[in-house]
């Protein structure tokens, strides 16, 4: 790809990632915006050998896998203002950690995945940025025994499975206006999901801030576990 045609591509980028980081109150700095485009061009290059993701058209990138990762800022607004420890399960192509990572540089981030091709992209993505808060675990979520702050994740799993296999992962230490918990990003009818949990899970619907279809139906879930 000529420099001319890489620059425009990076600027349209950047333009794109400016408004949606926006609906969220989110600013990021110069060297953010480099890490995320490089993470852009990391994840279709390996896209072509793998299925990482069908999603590859820079602006969907930008708005199903960049922003919606960092719209768990809405569930833990002190997040970032201290070194805490987030585990992401099932983080597959690296989401919603390694956007979280670039955006929250002093917190530290485990992530974790049952597939080992999928963590090494996930692993070079990280090294290649510069990312120096993140490390990976190929292992199914059963096995991982250390102790976080919060879990995160994007799995599509019925809430009661992460939440069974996700408490051992709670350290009981508090240390955040927020309980230590789970926050995960999920769509659709949650109410039947939920009850059992009614209690101790807040919801925020992400269509309160974002004008896009794609948010219509998406929710941040914190749950005390």
């Known amino acids: 790809m000529c420099a001319g045609r890489e620059n425009l591509m990076e600027k ?12 969220i109150g989110v600013t990021l700095s110069e060297k953010q915006m480099e890490q995320f485009f490089q993470y852009y061009e990391m994840l279709i290059q390996w896209n072509e050998v793998m299925n990482l993701t069908a999603i590859t058209e820079m602006d969907q990138v930008v708005t199903k896998h960049f922003v919606d990762s960092m719209s768990l800022v809405k569930a833990v607004s002190e997040l970032g203002s201290k070194e805490i420890r987030i585990m992401d399960l099932g983080t597959g192509g690296g989401f919603p950690g390694i956007p979280l990572a670039i955006l929250f540089p002093e917190v530290k981030f485990h992530l974790v995945d049952s597939i080992g ?109």
Not at 12 to 23: D, G, N, R, V
Not at 197 to 216: A, S
């Open 12 to 23: 349209q980028f950047a333009q794109w990632m400016e408004e949606e980081c926006s609906q």
């Open 117 to 225: 091709k999928k963590v090494r992209v996930a692993t070079e993505v990280a090294n290649s940025i510069g990312l120096k808060n993140v490390t990976f675990r190929h292992a199914r979520a059963e096995e991982e025994k250390q102790l976080f702050d919060f879990v995160v994740s994007r799995a599509v799993m019925p809430l009661a499975d992460l939440l069974k296999i996700i408490r051992k992962n709670i350290t009981p230490k508090q240390q955040n206006a927020l309980p230590n918990g789970l926050i995960c990003l999920k769509g659709g009818e949650l109410a039947n999901e939920t009850m059992p949990f009614k209690n101790k899970t807040v919801m925020y619907d992400l269509k309160d801030y974002f004008e896009e279809e794609f948010f219509e139906t998406k929710k941040v879930v914190y749950v005390a576990p």
